[in-house]
């Protein structure tokens, strides 16, 4: 897997470097890395990484830049903001970026951050089989918004299509329970949390390709969707 590093604090940079290697010895996993000390050269580059591990302050480009720049290139990049600052948190919330690592890193998280994301970069390159009577459609489940109920018919709404399924709702509460990032907010709702950058106890902000959507959330699903939310985020409720 691509890994790349952007920091200007050189021992943040080889502190990642020394967490990957023992990961990698410890698994079956494999890092080609690249290190960068600022975020210039690499808007210059056409980078397709798989993991970045990206920081907010730096001389010349910010990191948020950087990151907008390595998601046009790959829009399922698995992004890790690591700062000491916490004021560009709602920023970085916008970009879904994957998690946020506070200098010094903490190892333990890193390999708890880590677990988690390896195995969301090999859901993420899964597909599901979508068929409408005579049409059928090979989908990335990772590029699901969410899916609901509309006339008694099963939708399903990617970044940028609809689809209608012959499969009923329950079938695929089923067949998406097998993945991390999806968590059921209404009797009739189950939302991809990849997207999710606002919830309340009304209704749930998706953004996708510099758009936003809402949908519904019950309240007897809000705590459950709330804790599916943190534990994805990697925090507690």
Known sequence: MNVLICDDDLKIVQQIKKFLLKLSKQSTYNFDITCFSNGDSILDKQIKTDFAFIDIEMP?????????????????????IVTSFQGYLDDAMD???????SKPIDENRFFRSMEIALNLYKQSTEKIVLDYFDECHNIFTIDILYLTIENRKTKLFTKTQEFISNKKFDYWKKQLSKYEYFAQSHYSYIVNLKNVTDFNKNEITLSFNSKKATVPISRSFYVSFKKAFYEYMGGTT
């Open 60 to 80: 010349g480009v910010n990191g948020l830049s950087v990151t907008k720049h390595l998601q046009t290139l790959n829009p399922n990049i698995i992004v890790f």
């Open 95 to 101: 970009l879904k970026v994957f998690r946020f690592l």
